[in-house]
């Protein structure tokens, strides 16, 4: 079955850097777009990153120029660089694999939290 198994999260200070890894199983990564999504208590999930099966990439305003997404075919994985990191960024971050035509799969998430 396929599996999406989110890492690297936790408690950084304001202006530390994190590296989330979603390693992906089961399914042709390759072929899938993949996604980056965070939901902050009380908030609604919204879309941080994505980056197509071509390599193509795209950001949130919020975190252009200080978040990169990207991606290792080789591994299966898909990562988040977070720099100059804000409280603000503190929620549940999730990763998504989507492909026209099939199901779309979602991680369990990893906590970001950004405190001083």
């Known amino acids: 079955q396929v599996q999406l198994v989110e890492s690297g999260g936790g408690l950084v200070q304001p202006g530390g850097s994190l590296r989330l890894s979603c390693a992906a199983s089961g399914l042709t990564f390759s072929m899938y777009a993949m996604s980056w999504y965070r939901q902050a208590p009380g908030k609604e999930r919204e879309l941080v990153a994505g980056?197509?099966?071509?390599?193509?990439?795209d950001y949130a305003d919020a975190v252009k120029g200080r978040f990169t997404i990207s991606r290792d075919n080789a591994k299966n994985t898909v990562y988040l660089q977070m720099n100059s990191l804000k409280p603000e960024d503190t929620a549940l971050y999730y990763c998504?694999?989507?492909?026209?035509?099939?199901?779309?799969?979602w991680g369990q998430g990893t906590q970001v939290t950004v405190s001083s």
């Open positions: 980056i197509t099966s071509a390599g193509t990439t």
């Open positions: 998504r694999a989507n492909r026209r035509n099939y199901r779309e799969y």
